[in-house]
């Protein structure tokens, strides 16, 4: 369809964009446009005032502090896939990209409009949660942290006020020899996943589990984590019993919905499969459990 | 309100009117009349209206016409060498790497996006980028091969 009317402005500085958002109301934040371009096409958002942040420049760098690696909200998907340091610095972030949309999309596509968008079947949005990430943003009040655990409120709502806008997302460091796995399913590769389970976890000198975190995508309004499970892996030994027995625990914990995709009893034991798998790839990296 | 924009068509300074809501699809093929770049799903999905965005294949109905103003925007018009095919463009034809022609200006786009900056990318790699484009004749499998074959005029 073609997009409903609305006006644009391309602010010269992030303060000039705080203002106008919140001047206008029914405004709406543009980045790279691969989220909100379809809702509009869509007809199902209707902003009077588009608000293009791609010409402030700044926002898109991805930086390792002693605390972690912070990346800025324009940093678009190619970047992340071609940047080296990630490999070590945060494998899980790096490889989520192979599933995040396609090749043209990832030219445009930015770290913030998919949190922004929060779209409960994205990876992002996920792979946030899952890491425990602060989401930094602004807005008419100045400067605030979100916890990615309480930004996601339901499907395409965040804890975002109309006039903040996000700068910058910080991941905390991730250890290496951490062990880690992230498994979705689509119908057609790029597209959004049915259901996805991101898993990571350390080992302990006995090779236990120590701070099991499981994140799951496309099951319910938001990403979620599987409490029950992790509290389930935490301490144990990764064997192929206690792998059965965390992904049918997984399976009950979601309460997916139906859509034209998938039922929800198809979701549930997708969720239950997929925990498995990303189960078994983790601790099987390095050969070193059985 | 319509707004002004100014950016670079194959090479060429462009200025057009526009409204902020129309995309750049649509300002390429109704304001531009170049009609070479074809619209399929309109929402980002399907690849036809691949386009090159300073260097980058983007599909051009999720990017607004005002949003291309200070780039260099190149189609399908601007693949082809004065009359003749560019060597993507004669791969395509001596490895039947089309039947109904829709979607091949995105396929092309796509391909010569991606060859310009990995000359000698494989065929998983190959494969990998052009999930992103939708074909309904072909099978994909001599698009591929049409793709593998032009690496050699790139490198």
Known sequence: MKMPQFDYARPASLEEAVRLLAANEGAKLLSGGQSLLPLLAFRMAHPTLLVDIEGLGGMDEISLTPEGLRVGARVRWCQIEKDDRLATLHPLFQFMINHVAHYQIRNRGTVGGSLAHADPAAEMPGVALVCGCDIIVVGSSGMRVIKAAHFFVAALETALQPDEIITEIHFPTWPRGRRWAFHEFARRKGDFAMAGVAVFFDLNDEKRVVDAHIGVIGAADTPIRLGAVEQLLNGQRLEEELIGVAARLAAQEVDPNSDIHATADYRRALVGTLTARALRNAGLRDGELK | ?155
């Open chain 2, 1 to 155: 309100m319509k707004m002004p924009v100014e950016f670079q068509l194959n090479g060429e300074s462009v200025a057009v009117e526009v409204e902020p809501r129309l995309t750049l699809a649509d300002c390429i093929r109704h304001e531009l009349l170049q009609t070479g770049t074809h619209v399929g799903c309109e929402h980002g999905v399907c690849g036809a209206c691949t386009i090159i965005v300073d260097g980058e294949a983007v599909r051009s109905c999720l990017m607004l016409a005002v949003q291309a103003a200070g780039k260099a925007i190149m189609t399908i018009e601007g693949l082809a060498i004065e009359e003749a095919l560019s060597p993507l463009q004669q791969s395509f034809r001596r490895n039947h790497g089309l039947q109904c022609g829709f979607c091949t200006p995105g396929f092309l786009m796509t391909a010569h996006a991606l060859l310009t900056q990995e000359p000698h990318a494989d065929e998983e790699r190959i494969r990998e980028v052009l999930s992103g484009n939708v074909c309904r004749c072909t099978g994909y499998l001599s698009i591929v091969k049409a793709v593998l074959d032009a690496r050699s005029a790139y490198q």
